[in-house]
């Protein structure tokens, strides 16, 4: 399990390095992966772009993704593109790390 924490916004700008990193993880064989926003107040579409492109890579080797979000606004823009039904969300690291867990221990049970 890795941790990715975002401590600027997620926006065109800084998108892209959030990708390289994320692509780099799961290129290195970690596929399950807690991307905490928990510390940001706003992303865009690239940052919606981003976290699908890789919730899509993970999938692929059996993985998940989950998000850990506080923010009103953060939240705001997971309900409006629909993404609380494909996002597990937490407000803290602690439970999202304990559901990937799971997900790990049945992928290899």
């Not at 492109?53 to 309900?79: E, I, P």
Request: proline share 3%; aromatic share 8%.
């Amino acid at each position: 399990m890795s941790l990715v924490k975002v401590a600027v916004e997620l926006d065109v700008y800084t998108a892209p390095a959030l990708r390289e990193v994320l692509v780099d993880l799961i290129n290195q064989g970690r596929y399950f992966l807690v991307v905490d926003l928990s510390a940001i107040e706003h992303f865009d579409s690239t940052g919606v772009g981003v976290l699908v492109g890789a919730l899509k890579r993970v999938y692929v080797q059996a993985g998940a993704l989950a998000v850990v979000a506080t923010s009103g606004r953060v939240l705001k823009q997971f309900r409006i593109t629909g993404l609380t039904k494909v996002f597990p969300i937490f407000q803290t690291v602690h439970p999202a790390v304990e559901y990937l867990g799971r997900k790990d221990l049945r992928t290899h049970a």
